[in-house]
């Protein structure tokens, strides 16, 4: 069990550049969701994923797009990257249900020049 | 939408003393409270959680407690040791799995 895997580790971007981070998750869970994590503000919802073919936007989903066509995969796409997207991003998942544990990925570090 | 406040924003102990974070938040439909603690670089992971239908629960020396009436919960470190030191993350989920989460607590514990 790989759990929650995220790639790349590392990226770093031109302004307008686009590009796609990759979160996958080998526990058959329905729920997934990205989350960013900038210094002093916690963690903050991007989108989130019910299920396959469900998507969602959560607290902060301007520039970004996602989509859910497998159970597995739930891609983020920064569509025109700016420096205000420079952070940390999380991928979790969890069974479904309300009180299900959520697990994260490694994160993916981004850089936005 | 669910708004979560948590406090305070760093927190210094000598080791061996107890630690207490506490949160508030918002939405009264909320009825899970999990805490996560993040070390440096590395993801956040679940430590303790607690049901709406719990007041207090505990796992050797952490424990949470929940005020729903209040909307408050809080988390208790007893007898720290260096390896606690970390950012600890407390959230608030109701239905739908979504989970908001506080801005986070960096506790250092002092040999």
């Known amino acids: 069990n790989a759990g929650v895997t995220q790639t790349p580790k590392f990226q770093v971007l031109k302004t307008g550049q686009s590009m796609t981070l990759q979160c996958a998750q080998d526990m058959n869970h329905e729920y997934m969701s990205w989350y960013r994590q900038d210094p002093g503000m916690g963690l903050r919802l991007i989108h989130y994923s019910v299920g396959a073919g469900i998507t969602d936007q959560g607290e902060v989903p301007n520039g970004y797009n996602v989509s859910r066509s497998t159970t597995e995969d739930f891609p983020l796409r920064l569509l025109s990257a700016a420096p205000s997207q420079t952070s940390v991003y999380f991928c979790?998942?969890?069974?479904?249900?309300?009180?299900?544990?959520?697990?994260f990925g490694p994160g993916t570090r981004l850089t936005v020049l | 939408g669910e708004n979560v406040e948590q406090h305070p924003s760093t927190l210094s102990v000598q080791e061996g003393d107890s630690a207490v974070i506490k949160c508030t938040y918002s939405d009264s439909a909320s009825n899970y409270f999990p805490w996560y603690k993040q070390e440096l670089g590395k993801r956040p992971q679940l430590i303790i959680d607690i049901r709406s239908n719990v007041g207090e629960k505990k796992d050797q020396r952490i424990a949470v407690t929940l005020n729903k009436t209040a909307k408050h919960f809080s988390l208790h470190i007893t007898e720290t040791q260096p390896e606690d030191s970390a950012v600890y993350f407390c959230a608030a989920s109701g239905a739908g799995s979504r989970l908001t989460f506080g801005e986070g607590t960096q506790l250092t514990v002092n040999p």
């Open positions: 979790a998942s969890s069974a479904g249900q309300e009180w299900d544990t959520q697990y």
